[in-house]
């Protein structure tokens, strides 16, 4: 089979690919790579070429059959990336260039890691990304697009993509790992005095406050819950963006009917009143925290609602780890590790991608920098520091629109 032709394709909407086709490649243990995900996107406009996401996923088969994958998206704009490039769309302009439309793989306002390709493992994986790298420089050149950029890939996708000539970018964000701890009170065993206290300090004014939380697994989120939910989604980003937030409320209906086994909600309560609720989507070894708000302010809610509850979680559930957005220091102290993350550039003018080349190699310094200061944050005692190996974050393995913490 892996020596028959390739043919490649861009596809305007996953309404084209059948779902069991596209999930067949793709593991289940990344759900934002799923097929009803990334059409629940589309089925709702949030990725639409009227708001700014148009969809052309690369699409590869041999002898009819689909034996390969990429999402992608024509871009006209930088909004719901979380990987800045205003500098370099600014020099493009300086140079009376045009830097949009750029092309994109990424999963849409969801800045984690994850992979980016899926390719029969019959294939030599290899051949067939060299083949859709190739595809897409002919399609940037088709549809005058400057150049192509691919976000939070997991290490393997990120290693194909540099070897046909991608510039590796460098970024640093947090993420929970479990050391196989038996519960919350054992978690922080590993903690420094100081810090144990802190965190059960932290935990107990929630409680004072009379909020408590329940957690809800699929079909056990209701209506009522879901229009809890969305008030508190849209409250965030009105908060801090002026806007009602990028997704409709039709996209979270989708996904309660298309993956309801991946969705998890954290509802908060105060003297028996809903006031605040967290998402996240479940993978086979990983929580993603994804998108959270509350209508009221109460003290140390937000650090209950959208990360003890989600360690909590991944303790009961035996998970590996917890990714529960990007940014914040505030995260460290709490147990989140600094690991690294990567987006990944190709640009089409020769001169453009040699400078991007310089600009990226120098901003890695500094992010070696703050990642290796930002280790002397963490919590845990002496020796009791658990280690991000590869293992544990990829694929299950990360700035805020979309965010559980912030848009």
């Not at 034996?67 to 871009?75: I, Q």
């Not at 809903?274 to 959270?292: F, K, S, T, V």
């Not at 590790?337 to 120098?362: I, K, Y």
Request: hydrophobic fraction near 40%; include cysteine; proline fraction near 6%.
């Amino acid at each position: 089979m892996s020596d028959e032709a390739l043919e490649l394709s861009f596809c305007s909407s996953l309404s084209q690919v059948l779902a069991a086709d596209w999930n067949a490649l793709t593991s289940l243990a990344y759900p934002l790579l799923r097929h009803e995900f990334l059409l629940a996107m589309e089925r709702s406009g949030a990725t639409t070429a009227e708001t700014g996401w148009e969809p052309c996923h690369a699409l590869c088969r041999q002898n009819g059959a689909l034996v390969a994958l990429m999402p992608l998206y024509l871009k006209h704009h930088p909004y719901g990336e979380f990987v800045f490039d205003h500098l370099w769309a600014d020099a493009w302009q300086r140079n009376g260039q045009h830097y949009y439309p750029k092309l994109l793989s990424a999963i849409p306002y969801s800045p984690v890691t994850g992979p980016r390709f899926a390719v029969d493992p019959s294939l030599d994986v290899t051949r067939v990304v060299a083949a859709m790298c190739q595809a897409v420089r002919e399609l940037a050149a088709e549809r005058s697009a400057s150049s192509w950029h691919v976000l939070f890939p997991d290490d393997a996708s990120r290693s194909l993509l540099t070897h046909q000539g991608l510039l590796h970018r460098r970024a640093c964000n947090f993420r929970w790992h479990n050391e196989g701890w038996r519960d919350f009170d054992d978690y922080l065993a590993a903690c420094t005095s100081r810090r144990r206290k802190n965190l059960r300090r932290e935990r107990r004014l929630v409680r004072e406050q009379g909020v408590c939380h329940k957690t809800r697994i699929g079909e056990e989120i209701s209506s009522a819950d879901w229009a809890l939910f969305y008030r508190c989604y849209q409250q965030t980003y009105a908060r801090h963006s002026g806007h009602g937030g990028y997704l409709s409320p039709a996209f979270f209906a989708d996904l309660a009917r298309s993956m309801p086994e991946a969705l998890v909600m954290f509802i908060a309560e105060q003297s028996g009143e809903p006031i605040a609720a967290a998402l996240c989507l479940r993978g086979e070894q990983a929580l993603y925290g994804r998108y959270w708000g509350a209508l009221r302010t109460v003290e140390c809610l937000h650090f209950e609602t959208c990360y003890y509850q989600g360690i909590d979680y991944c303790l009961r559930e035996g998970l590996s780890s917890f990714d529960p957005g990007v940014q914040g220091d505030h995260k460290l102290s709490r147990g989140f590790l600094p690991v690294e993350t990567s987006s990944c550039h190709w640009m089409a003018d020769p001169s453009f991608h040699r400078a991007v080349g310089a600009f990226v190699a120098q901003e890695a310094k500094y992010v070696g920098q703050y990642r290796e200061a930002a280790t002397t944050m963490l919590p845990f005692r002496r020796g009791n520091s658990p280690s991000p190996h590869p293992a544990a974050l990829a694929p299950e393995h990360s700035p805020n629109h979309g965010d559980i913490d912030a848009p």
